[in-house]
Nanobody, 128 residues
Framework: QVQLVESGGGLVQAGGSLRLSCAAS????????MGWFRQAPGKEREFVAA?????????TYADSVKGRFTISRDDAKKMAYLQMSSLKPGDTAIYYC????????????????????WGQGTQVTVSS
């Protein structure tokens, strides 16, 4: 059973930065796609970024965060990260990390349905 635990959320002013971490246990982390999603109050969960297990050099980002967020992973530590810069009030949400196990050659999904395991989430609040 895969368990994911996010950390690093908090309150930050607009323009600031935060680094979210996701610690994984159980499962074969090096063979899992890792994704970050977020959910704001009253809104559906939305895709933020993802990185595949077989092509870490080609991450995928939502248009709203391109150029501001960077996803990375450390397979030796079983960790995934989301570096967030130039934060905006619109980035305020609960951020979730997720793991999926697609076959080799499948690019990371942007749909929550592509991920079987989820963390409990960490709150990010950006003040104006």
């Amino acid at each position: 059973q895969v368990q994911l635990v996010e950390s690093g959320g908090g309150l930050v002013q607009a323009g600031g930065s935060l680094r979210l971490s996701c610690a994984a246990s159980g499962g074969a982390f090096s063979r899992s796609d890792m994704g970050w999603f977020r959910q704001a109050p009253g809104k559906e969960r939305e895709f933020v970024a993802a990185i595949s297990w077989w092509s870490v050099g080609t991450p995928t980002y939502a248009d709203s965060v391109k150029g501001r967020f960077t996803i990375s992973r450390d397979d030796a530590k079983k960790m995934a990260y989301l570096q967030m810069s130039s934060l905006k009030p619109g980035d305020t949400a609960i951020y979730y990390c997720a793991a999926g196990y697609p076959p080799y050659g499948t690019y990371p999904g942007t749909s929550p349905a592509r991920y079987a395991y989820w963390g409990q989430g960490t709150q990010v609040t950006v003040s104006s």
